[in-house]
């Protein structure tokens, strides 16, 4: 019995080894920030992907679900015209384990996004715009 609970401990173990969805989770946090010339200012930006919708004001840290497709991020506020910019999702280091369950568990991975990441912060930049300080 000891020896079949400890065989079934390590087929547990090396199954899930590769799992993204247990190592990193589905979500992270996300750092935004507006700046025109250098200054930090507030905006109303909108973040997407193909999990959801996310809606702040900057600056701000929120909590994202991760994704395969990019995250698109607009952002508008008083003296800034509406930008969009869209951030690539890389896959995770631990999206790349799923070699060690045979790739088993990379599509729930794909799926709900846990293999893959966005940067955690991004600065959306913008010259064209009359800081708040300014006015």
Not at 11 to 22: F, N, R, W
Not at 72 to 77: A, F, H, R, S, Y
Not at 102 to 110: C, E, K, N, S
Request: glycine share 8%; with cysteine.
């Amino acid at each position: 019995m000891k020896h079949a609970l400890s065989r079934l401990l390590a087929v547990l173990l090396v199954g899930l080894a590769g799992c993204s969805t247990v190592l990193t989770g589905r979500y992270q946090e996300f750092d935004l920030v507006t700046e025109c010339q250098e200054i930090s200012v507030v905006a109303e930006c909108t973040l997407r992907n193909e999990h959801g919708t996310w809606k702040t004001k900057t600056p701000n840290r929120l909590v994202i679900q991760r994704g395969f497709s990019d995250l698109e991020i607009t952002c508008k506020g008083a003296g800034l015209k509406p930008h969009t910019v869209r951030l690539a999702s890389h896959a995770n280091w631990s999206h790349y384990a799923n070699v060690l369950n045979l790739g088993t568990l990379a599509l729930v991975d794909v799926h709900n996004g846990a293999g893959y990441a966005y940067p955690s912060s991004y600065a959306f930049s913008v010259d064209q715009c009359l800081p708040v300080s300014a006015r």
